[in-house]
């Protein structure tokens, strides 16, 4: 069983879609009371942090609202820019459920933040064993129960 933020191809396997996460920008409250509260058009002269893919949803968000806007610090790890953002480093694009959960960060409101779909996916000879079953089901609920949390909502 995987839980990935992609539809897996292959057709021994079987996908369920279970849900979005919505991804924004934070920065330490420190940060804001230093530069004031980053906006769309001064995306360009702030200190980014992002994923390290180019290709990765949160780049190419970034690159909409801003052509100008390049990250100062990448990592493919969304602790390590949870973490920088804490220290003040700049301003971090995270998930939601992350970005709000920690008390030290202020969220940016920014247009139109990404979102991508949360899959399930499991090996399609093991989808109807009983264990993997109460697994997939409970996952799914999981999932479908804090909706609003991987929304920000």
Same mark, same amino acid.
């Given at each position: 069983?995987?839980?990935?933020m992609w539809r897996s191809?292959?057709?021994?396997?079987?996908?369920?879609?279970?849900?979005?996460?919505?991804?924004?920008?934070?920065?330490?409250?420190?940060?804001?009371?230093?530069?004031?509260?980053p906006t769309k058009d001064?995306?360009?002269?702030?200190?980014?942090?992002?994923?390290?893919?180019?290709?990765?949803?949160?780049?190419? &968000?970034?690159?909409?609202?801003?052509?100008?806007?390049?990250?100062?610090?990448?990592?493919?790890?969304?602790?390590?820019?949870?973490?920088?953002?804490?220290?003040?480093?700049?301003?971090?694009?995270?998930?939601?459920?992350?970005?709000?959960?920690?008390?030290?960060?202020?969220?940016?409101?920014?247009?139109?933040?990404?979102?991508?779909?949360? &899959?399930?996916?499991?090996?399609?000879?093991?989808?109807?064993?009983?264990?993997?079953?109460?697994?997939?089901?409970?996952?799914?609920?999981?999932?479908?129960?804090?909706?609003?949390?991987?929304?920000?909502?």
């Amino acid at each position: 069983i995987a839980v990935r933020m992609w539809r897996s191809k292959s057709e021994d396997l079987h996908v369920r879609r279970v849900g979005h996460v919505v991804y924004g920008a934070y920065a330490a409250a420190s940060f804001v009371a230093r530069r004031g509260l980053p906006t769309k058009d001064t995306l360009g002269e702030t200190p980014l942090l992002s994923s390290s893919s180019a290709a990765e949803i949160e780049a190419a &968000w970034l690159r909409r609202l801003s052509p100008s806007a390049a990250p100062s610090f990448t990592s493919s790890f969304s602790l390590a820019l949870l973490a920088a953002a804490r220290a003040g480093a700049g301003v971090a694009i995270l998930p939601r459920y992350l970005g709000d959960a920690d008390d030290e960060l202020v969220h940016v409101p920014l247009p139109d933040p990404p979102s991508e779909p949360i &899959w399930l996916t499991v090996h399609g000879d093991l989808r109807a064993t009983p264990r993997v079953r109460a697994l997939l089901d409970f996952l799914a609920a999981a999932l479908k129960r804090d909706a609003g949390l991987l929304r920000g909502t």
